[in-house]
């Protein structure tokens, strides 16, 4: 089969590769797959988890491929988790400590043609619903997720207007989803122009260049020193920080003002099952709005799409590649 294989800092080729074989997991042909901020640092050489030669990949939508489901149209949780431990036993197997994810050793990512994954990964995708749009439940579940802890973790008398840090794929997403949950006041921080026009123009949000007051709750979808330290700035006392990015590991937090001001900071890790299956339906029932702010382009040119990323030449928040 045809996969787009990272081969090193930068580089990515168009390669032919070996079919993977399903065993015990089912076989989806690949019909669309979304580039993550994840692959992004990956192709910059900045993920020591997803050394190359490597298929990355994990925002996939296809079709099963044989067996009692044959045909179905399927969106893809990629995260995979085994056994009865105290996390997958309570509902929280995002922190499963053999969890696994596509895309990463010793799983290849979606990028291909081809995919196998256990079945109870895959949730079915109406008819009415492009699998373009499918694609996008892996991170809009990240947004989800978030969006539950922060509004979970905000006093009941506390101010609700949230400031989100990065308008790429999960900033926005986190939008509509605080949106789909009720929350009035959202504002996206964007510093790059093209890209909060789009927001603005496309989507309908609330995008400005720089953060200009405090806010209840902060959502830092780019993970840097630099959004931490204006994720310390512009919360309110008694507010929350969700930390969403992974942009790099230290700095930025501002701990005496967080301790003084009872700031709840919290790191929100990828999506429950439940998150997963919530976030289909939002999307299958329109509560998440059409979801066309996404860029379609074949997968021969995803090179080129990590480029024109790279570049920061892309206007849309997400690019789906199509085998």
Request: with cysteine; aromatic share 6%; hydrophobic share 40%.
């Amino acid at each position: 089969m045809k996969a787009l294989v990272y081969t090193g800092p930068e580089a990515m080729e168009m390669r032919d590769v070996a079919m993977p074989t399903a065993g015990e997991d089912v076989l989806i042909k690949i019909e669309a797959c979304g580039i993550c901020g994840s692959d992004m640092h990956a192709y910059l050489g900045h993920d020591a988890r997803r050394p190359a030669p490597l298929i990355l990949g994990h925002e996939g939508a296809g079709v099963i491929q044989g067996g009692a489901r044959d045909g179905e149209r399927v969106t893809v949780n990629p995260l995979v988790t085994r056994g009865d431990c105290e996390y997958n036993s309570t509902g929280r197997e995002n922190l499963c400590q053999t969890r696994e994810i596509i895309s990463m050793p010793p799983r290849e990512g979606a990028f291909a043609e081809f995919l196998t994954m256990p079945a109870e990964n895959l949730v079915t995708v109406p008819d009415d619903v492009p699998l373009s749009k499918a694609a996008l439940a892996e991170p809009l579940a990240v947004s989800w997720h978030a969006a539950k802890l922060g509004l979970g973790k905000l006093h009941m008398a506390a101010d609700r207007s949230v400031l989100i840090l990065g308008g790429g794929a999960i900033g926005a997403g986190s939008a509509l989803c605080l949106k789909a949950m009720g929350v009035e006041e959202i504002t996206v921080v964007e510093p790059n122009d093209a890209r909060r026009a789009y927001l603005e123009d496309a989507i309908g949000l609330n995008a400005i260049a720089k953060a200009d007051k405090k806010y209840g709750i902060v959502v830092d979808a780019v993970g840097y020193a630099a959004t931490r330290a204006t994720a310390s700035a512009h919360v309110k006392p008694g507010g929350v920080i969700i930390h969403i990015g992974l942009g790099e590991d230290e700095g930025g937090l501002d701990i005496r003002y967080m301790t003084l001001q009872e700031v709840t900071f919290v790191g929100s890790y990828c999506y429950t099952p439940a998150d997963f299956k919530e976030t289909c339906d939002a999307i299958f029932d329109g509560s998440l709005g059409p979801l066309d702010w996404i860029e379609e382009r074949p997968l021969v040119e995803g090179w080129q799409s990590f480029k024109d990323i790279r570049a920061g030449a892309v206007q849309a928040p997400k690019i789906i590649l199509r085998p």
